[in-house]
């Protein structure tokens, strides 16, 4: 019975973690844009946003917008992440063998 329910667990995790892997927050166009950002801290914002611009990157307002679209959901995902491990750390520990 344990060891149905640890890989049920494991089930959810695997998906859960395609879930965030496939967020919009880190899609790989959306890292890059926000390297750049971090890496020019005393510029304008226009400035940056002209160089994101010419790698066809988000800008800093679409940055920002997705941010505030999509930040709660990728929070639930990890929330459940970390919910998952947790049960999967409780079912593999040796009290329960």
Do not use: W, Y
């Not at 946003?49 to 990157?57: F, H, I, K, V, W």
């Not at 941010?67 to 929070?75: I, P, R």
């Amino acid at each position: 019975m344990t060891e149905t329910k640890l890989q049920a667990l494991k089930q959810k995790l695997a998906a859960v973690n395609d879930r965030i892997d496939c967020h919009a927050l880190n899609a790989p166009s959306f890292k890059e844009a926000r390297d750049v950002v971090a890496q020019h801290p005393d510029a304008s914002r226009e400035e940056v946003d002209e160089t994101l611009s010419a790698r066809g990157l988000p800008s800093t307002a679409q940055q920002s917008k997705s941010l505030f679209l999509g930040l709660t959901s990728l929070a639930r995902l990890n929330r459940k992440r970390i919910g998952l491990e947790g049960r999967i750390a409780r079912l593999e520990s040796p009290v329960h063998e």
